[in-house]
């Protein structure tokens, strides 16, 4: 087995500042991951109980780490919309057509929405990545309801005719 390779001592100070910087949980994890060998010469075994790794995943980020610097550690997770038809913004665009007849208490049909959306997609979609979209954005369905399921149409009438006297 070789022995590892250290860090310089520029690349430390480096990992303090990248560490100041991080702004999520995964990004904080990754460079602590790699601050800890470092900093404090611990083995891929420790760090990885400390991070809730795996030791193997610990080594490939230290690895490629010292192959391809610590521009590694800025770029973004893993996820993402890899296969949206639309952008977030793009979406919204589209809504934003839609969303004058909701504003004035007007009944938006997901119909003539799904036409605009394939219309802009240029192909056929599914209704469930029209309703997901609304769910995206914070629609909902509201329908209001015609008459009321119990409701008793002689009861009504009993009562209209109990008014009038």
């Known amino acids: 087995m070789q022995p590892a390779q250290s ?4 690349a430390k100070r480096k990992l303090a500042a990248l560490f100041a910087q991080a702004s999520s949980h995964a990004e904080h994890e990754r460079i602590l991951c790699v601050w800890l060998r470092a900093s404090l010469g611990l083995s891929s075994e420790q760090i990885a ?10 080594r490939n ?8 610097g610590l521009g590694v550690l800025e770029q973004p997770g893993r996820g993402g919309r890899h ?8 979406e919204e665009a ?9 504003g004035e208490g007007g009944v938006v049909e997901a119909g003539p929405l799904r036409v605009a959306y394939e219309k802009r997609v240029e192909r056929p979609v599914a209704k469930s990545t029209l309703y997901r ?3 995206r954005h914070g629609w909902r369905k509201l329908v209001p309801r015609p008459y009321h399921p119990d409701a008793s149409a002689e009861a009504q009438r009993a009562f209209k005719k109990s008014s009038d006297e």
């Open 83 to 90: 296969r949206a038809h639309l952008s977030k913004a793009e």
């Open 49 to 58: 109980a400390v991070l809730g790794w795996h030791p193997g995943s610990v």
């Open 7 to 10: 860090f310089s001592a520029n």
């Open 61 to 68: 980020l230290q690895a490629r780490v010292l192959r391809e």
């Open 133 to 135: 979209l609304l769910a």
């Open 94 to 102: 589209l809504l934003a057509n839609f969303c004058f007849a909701a």
